[in-house]
């Protein structure tokens, strides 16, 4: 489709009939992010009351920034200069067939990209101090247990794994943590002492 051709289907938008919605569907196949050519469809598709103007308009309603300009659009209430505008006014532009330029609306991508890549830096990695200290102290860090974590599940599961050591001291920690349980905690401190002493 060609600039000229797309500017009379917006400005008459009113001609669009069976024989100009396959070419309208082809444009938003062809780029399936310009909003325009969705909006363009989606006016098609009303005129001609075709069944899927429902699903296609909560496709379309959530890629155009300002749904009060599809409302006024497919209403025909929008005037033709305010839509031209709306084309001519954004900063990318597409190339279509025949080198004809179509232009999307700004968005947030695009304003990044063009910003100035300098303010854009990337942090070196360096495994020796990683930020913090050297990456040792970190591995340290992450396998130091917390003596707030520990609870009974824990305490069972180094005793079924048979970790005796860490067994005894979760058991003792939960003993003076939770008081009220402390003679079960001592039963099974006593328990695999009687384990540990045997193995």
Not at 3 to 32: A, C, H, M, W
Not at 157 to 171: P, T, V
Request: overall charge negative; cysteine-free; aromatic content about 10%.
């Amino acid at each position: 489709m060609e600039r000229e051709q797309f500017l009379t289907y917006i400005n008459t938008s009113k001609s669009l009939n069976g024989k100009t919605l396959d070419v309208v569907k082809k444009l938003t196949s062809d780029l399936p992010w310009f909003s325009a050519g969705w909006l363009l469809y989606l006016k098609n598709l009303k005129n001609l009351g075709h069944s899927d103007y429902d699903a296609v308009l909560k496709k379309v309603a959530v890629m155009v920034p300002d749904r009060k300009v599809l409302f006024k659009f497919l209403n025909d209430e929008l005037p033709k200069k305010q839509v031209e505008a709306a084309i001519e006014n954004s900063q990318v532009t597409y190339r279509l067939e025949g080198d004809v330029e179509l232009r999307s609306e700004n968005s947030l991508i695009d304003k990044f990209l063009s910003t100035d890549s300098e303010r854009l830096r990337t942090v070196k990695h360096n495994p020796e101090t990683n930020g913090n200290g050297s990456e040792r102290e970190l591995v340290e860090q992450s396998v130091k247990e917390d003596e707030e974590l520990v609870t009974e599940t824990l305490a069972s599961i180094y005793f079924q794994q048979k970790n005796f050591g860490k067994a005894l001291d979760a058991y003792k920690k939960l003993s003076l943590k939770y008081p009220e349980k402390s003679v079960y905690f001592a039963g099974r401190i006593e328990e695999i002492e009687l384990l540990k002493n045997n193995n």
